[in-house]
């Protein structure tokens, strides 16, 4: 079911969560349940991409498809479900184009942790800004 509260909410001892930890905002351009997402403009979010800094803020896992305009859940803690063939255990990294990815790319300026594979098909999300040491730069 669903506990709805208007004010804060007090929890003394632990909180057991098995999903995830969910927001929503405006799609800013169509996004596809997994994508990594970054936030495009005021209460907007698009696609996240490794290779263009100005996109690589990731805040969470699209939770939904959503055509530009629509609304769109965010999984921004917790596990993001609906994934295939995820190898459990493995931290995974923002790509291009909204990808995730357990090897560190290659082409970027700095690697983005987004989780770690709880489980072939749940990413459990751990998003953390990547720096230039984490990730190989390659120049021409």
């Known amino acids: 079911g669903t506990i709805k509260t208007k004010g ?4 003394e001892g632990d909180l057991m969560i098995k999903g995830g930890i969910t927001t929503k905002a405006t799609a ?4 596809t349940a997994g994508d990594a997402l970054y ?3 005021a209460e907007e979010v698009s696609r996240a991409d490794a290779t263009d800094p100005l996109k ?3 805040i969470g896992i699209a939770a939904n498809d959503a055509a530009q305009g629509a609304e769109v859940t965010i999984v921004i803690g917790g596990r993001a479900k609906g994934f295939t063939s995820l190898e459990v255990g493995k931290r995974y990294y923002l790509d ?3 990808a995730i990815t357990p090897v560190v790319p290659t082409d970027i300026l700095a690697a983005v942790s987004v989780g770690v594979a709880f489980s072939t098909t ?3 999300i751990q998003i953390s800004a990547g720096t230039l ?3 190989t730069v390659v120049t021409p």
């Not at 804060?8 to 929890?11: G, H, K, Q, S, W």
């Open 8 to 11: 804060n909410v007090e929890i």
């Open 28 to 31: 800013g351009e169509a996004i």
């Open 39 to 41: 936030v495009s403009a």
């Open 56 to 58: 690589s803020d990731v």
């Open 96 to 98: 291009a184009n909204a």
């Open 122 to 124: 749940e990413l459990l």
């Open 133 to 135: 040491s984490d990730a």
